[in-house]
T-cell receptor, first 110, second 113 residues
């Protein structure tokens, strides 16, 4: 029973364009959502988060949108850069635990 | 530098040979956790610890043990490894305040033959 789903295993975009990564969840009790970025041979690193009481959080080129009625969140990267090429995991937090999606591999082409 | 360290980074072993993967954090975090990453499944929690001497099962605890005798250390023990425990393992620690960011170690790649 996958409570957090990333239905796109991979995404390829051109440098300078927008990257949109999507994530769906099933449990309306989740109170925080987070995005992690992972390079090969490294551990995941925290990227951005959003509380369930908000619908948008922005940090530089990264913006996370939360649609609670649809149980959907998305990560927008604008403009995309080749260094953004990595695996992106979304995660939901029910009372401190993290539940991860399967990950989406983003490739940004020069 | 604030960090989570894991050792070893790579390990090849044989079925049934007990092994321990160490994890240490220098951020004075109370919460620590172990995950495994498998293709198509993302990261799944094995065990977690809310504080010293307090541990609990995550989503995939079978075949694993943990201990938390000190705040900074949280070793993962495989008493009798099997090939289905071949995976990439991550240790993580977390502070007490939102947004509940977890800091991950660099990972341990385990192959059980």
């Amino acid at each position: 029973d996958q409570q957090v789903k990333q239905n796109s295993p991979s995404l390829s975009v051109q440098e300078g364009r927008i990257s949109i990564l999507n994530c769906d969840y099933t449990n309306s009790m989740f109170d925080y959502f987070l995005w992690y970025k992972k390079y090969p041979a490294e551990g995941p690193t925290f990227l951005i988060s959003i509380s369930s009481i908000k619908d948008k959080n922005e940090d530089g080129r990264f913006t996370v949108f939360l649609n609670k009625s649809a149980k959907h969140l998305s990560l927008h990267i604008v403009p995309s850069q080749p260094g953004d090429s990595a695996v992106y995991f979304c995660a939901a937090s029910p009372t401190g635990k993290l539940i991860f999606g399967q990950g989406t591999t983003l490739q940004v082409k020069p | 530098e604030a960090q989570v360290t894991q050792n070893p980074r790579y390990l090849i072993t044989v079925t049934g040979k007990k092994l321990t993967v160490t994890c240490s954090q220098n951020m004075n975090h109370e919460y620590m956790s172990w995950y495994r990453q498998d293709p198509g499944l993302g990261l799944r929690q094995i065990y977690y610890s809310m504080n010293v001497e307090v541990t609990d099962k995550g989503d995939v605890p079978e075949g694993y043990k943990v201990s938390r005798k000190e705040k900074r250390n949280f070793p993962l023990i495989l008493e009798s490894p099997s090939p289905n425990q071949t995976s990439l393992y991550f240790c993580a620690s977390r502070g007490d305040h939102p947004p509940k960011t977890q800091y991950f170690g660099p990972g341990t790649r385990l192959l059980v033959l």
